[in-house]
């Protein structure tokens, strides 16, 4: 190369480990202008890019994906207390209780989305150069989608959306603010910082993975307000977690991987969406988009988010489970302490705030209550041996009202309790009902995700465009969110729940705002004509107990049956 670019690299202090992340602004800053030798130095460069890492990877064997390689500095983020505390965080909370192939845990579905950011954004890389994508943008990438969970407590999404959200003083704290402050604990804790600068990061890149992780201007507003990195690579904001449409690939994992042990079909393919994903420049911004064709494809992808949602993340069961170990969790909250910093003793729900602690908080937390025999925790201990006795709390029926409306558990609670009689065979407290308010939607509550996407055509592949609901097919949803209310008893003997049937069915026919209408297999209740639909019922059957069950024309039946078949003692 001329004489001007290697006086321009030795200024500028550019060593051998730097090469492999120039790109074009770097060369402009430095005062090489000649677009002729910008070219041959970023095609020089690109051969550091492909090569500076070999026989440093390390192979891990994921039954997802395969065979991955991961950058020797995320291994050492691996190789941490911090992030092998994964391990023991179940990825479905509950949900194991209820499907018992759902074993997996946080610490493979971070690696995995490590990987399928790395795929995403190399990809990019190599489609579309202009994009200026450097080796420090896709290390950074990575080393988020890797760290995004660091911060989930026990059984995941149960710890923040109902542990911490019970107690007053912390209603709005998230795991994804755990995870930066986790990150930043792991990192001092293992004086991993100075392998940060050995592979070309600096600060601003830790801005920007913080970012990543938890952007603190989700709602996208006109004004770009991310430091990490500048607007003209907002895209890379995008392939994380994404607050514009929700396609990243953090679902893509945790479709696979909880498809999988779940034993449900998976029908979205991440390896087609990343072949038709392009940026384009909208409105000034630029962001990922996909070929049109694929519009279905995404659909799917949704679909297949509510059914999960539906089949297994609010499972009627696995929500009583995290409840109950909600529950349990609160009682012994006063009771059980964790080292944190500088020895002192700190409270589960205090953890949040002493990374030191919140390393050494998992799912065990609830073997350490089962195993003591402190007093202070028996209350605690009971609800986790009906747990474990399967001694669940009834879910005796759910309903669904319509969508428009504000629906409180609390006002719900007490308008059941309000329709007792003075025939109820028992009556019960505020604390005997549960209510819970079950939402499923595409991810943006009542919005179409894919309106928020651009899509671009074969012939225009620089040009996005939107593609309306009623271009993709007619037997779309209407309608993006949809309510369901359950009604749990946490008394089981016969006659509580016998009552609490009864109070959720009177409560059911006094509401006029329920989607389902009223139909012919409606049933009489007691002496009253009250008439109630099968969503008024648990899940459209009557109290499963062997005397309500058999009726006269059940036993009439069953009678013409054995005749029909020719049953009599005879046989026997």
Known sequence: FNKDACRAFTEHKIQYRHLGQINTDMLIRMGISSVGIQLDLLKFFSRFQQVSLLGNEKVFNDPIHGHIELHPLLVKIIDTPQFQRLRHIKQLGGGYYVFPGASHNRFEHSIGVSYLAGEFIESLHRKQPELNITMSDILCIKLAALCHDLGHGPF?????????????????????????????????????????????????????????????????????????????????????????????????????????????????????????????????????????????????MFHTRTSLHRRAYQHKTSSIVEHMITEALLAANDYIFLCGKNGKNVKMSECIDDMYAYTRLNDSIIHTILQSTDPQLTQSRNILYQLEKRKLYKCIGQTQPSTDREIKAED?????????????????????????????????????????????????????????????????????????IRVYCKKLNPEAISTALNLFLRWCNKQDNMITPRCHSSVNMEDDDIQFTPYGTPFGTPLKEENTMKTFRNEELLEQAKKRLSFSKQDN
Not at 244 to 258: E, L, P, S
Request: contains cysteine; hydrophobic residues 35%; charged residues 30%.
């Open 412 to 484: 719900i609670q007490q308008q059941i309790l309000s329709c007792s009689i003075p025939e109820d065979s028992c009556e019960l407290l505020t604390e005997d009902i549960i209510v819970k308010v079950v939402t499923f939607d595409y991810g943006m509550k009542d919005k179409n995700p894919i309106d928020e996407m651009r899509f671009y055509t074969k012939d225009r592949p620089n040009s996005a465009v939107r593609v309306r609901k009623d271009q993709v097919s007619q037997m779309l949803p209407n309608t993006f969110i949809e309510k369901s």
């Open 156 to 300: 995941s999404h149960m710890f923040d959306g109902l542990f911490i959200s019970s107690l007053p003083e912390c209603k709005n704290w998230k795991h994804e603010k755990w995870s930066v402050d986790m990150l930043q604990h792991l990192l001092n804790e293992n004086d991993l910082w100075s392998s940060f600068k050995d592979y070309g990061l600096d600060d601003v890149d830790m801005i920007f993975i913080n970012e990543l992780i938890n952007r603190p201007h989700a709602e996208l507003s006109v004004e770009w307000m991310c430091n990490g990195r500048p607007v003209e690579k907002s895209f890379l904001y995008e392939i994380v977690a994404n607050k514009r449409n929700g396609i990243d690939v953090d679902k893509w994992d945790y479709f696979a991987r909880d498809c999988h042990c779940l034993g449900i079909p998976n029908n979205f393919d991440w390896k087609r969406y990343i072949k038709f994903a392009r940026v384009i420049e909208v409105n000034g911004i630029r962001q990922i988009c996909c070929r049109d064709k694929e519009v279905t494809n995404l659909y799917e």
